[in-house]
Structure formats: C-alpha cells, structure tokens
C-alpha cells in the first residue's frame, strides 16, 4: 500500500484526535495535541497517509535558534514496526532543514522507554534533565545535529 508524507490539515488534526487511542493507546495525550501548530507550522506537521487513513504523524516546529523541535510523533497501531516512525521523522528532519534548522530536538517522560530507545536507535543523544517539565517532573532530552540519515 502506498504511503505518502504530506503536510497535515486541518481535518488530519481532527482525525488523529478522533483515532487518538490508535496511535496512543490508553495513553491519553490528546491535549498535547494542539491545532494550532498545524495551522501555524503546516510546513512541518506531517502526516503519513494512505488509502485507509492516517498511518502516522510528526507535530512540529523549527525555533528561531534553529532547532527543528519534534512535539509529537506518532505511528498507528498496525503500521508498528515497518519503518514508518524513521520516515516521518526523515521528511520532518528535511522540512525542518528547509526553514533554517540546524539540530533536533524533542522530549518523552523518562519511563518512556519505547520513545527513548527509538530516538536513540536515531542517533539522538539523550539526556535526563531535573524538573525539566516543572519541580520533581523530569524529562528525558534528546539533541542531534542535522542532516540526519535514517539508515544510521
């Protein structure tokens, strides 16, 4: 099946959400989802599509230091496993890079460890920061200099 990685809309903001537990599972992180990046960072809010729907999506930004800020990644629960997560952040990384970025970034909870090891089998480095989140809220960090190659 043909998967294609194109800005996200409006109405794949809305159908994400409505999927939420697809992508999340009983991890309920739907106000983390905010609308308003894809209508102010539609250039790099990505959603991988396909004939049968929203397989996956990237949610995010490039600061003004240059730094191309991951705010949510997501792949659907049968498309696990094929690649998809390394793509998305691929075509997120090279529309990062369009608008001035030089490095990424993102963030999980520290008992995250799916997203931790996934971000480091990308070459992140990752990093526990104190009260990253607010006092006693620790964060796993990870940073990577760009361009990044996924097949790393």
């Known amino acids: 099946m043909d998967i294609r990685i194109v800005p996200a809309r409006v109405a794949d903001f809305h159908q994400v959400v409505t999927d939420h537990p697809r992508y999340w599972g ?4 739907r106000a983390l989802h905010l609308l308003a990046l894809v209508q102010e960072f539609g250039s790099t ?3 991988a599509r396909a ?3 929203i397989r996956g999506y990237v949610f995010g930004f490039v600061t003004p230091d240059g730094t191309g ?4 990644i997501a792949t659907r629960d049968d498309a696990r496993g094929t690649g998809l997560g390394r793509r998305l952040y691929a075509a997120f990384a090279e529309a990062a890079e369009r608008h001035g970025a030089r490095q990424l970034k993102a963030i999980t909870s520290i008992e995250n ?5 996934f971000h480091r089998s990308l070459g992140f480095d ?3 920061v104190g009260d990253y989140n607010g006092p006693g809220r620790d964060m796993a960090v990870f940073h ?8 790393e």
Not at 26 to 29: F, K, P, W
């Open 26 to 29: 009983e991890r309920d992180l």
């Open 45 to 47: 809010c990505l959603v």
């Open 51 to 53: 004939e049968d729907g």
């Open 69 to 72: 800020y991951v705010h949510l």
């Open 113 to 117: 460890t799916g997203s931790i090891a």
């Open 126 to 128: 990752a990093k526990i």
């Open 144 to 151: 990577r200099d760009l361009p990044l190659d996924v097949a």
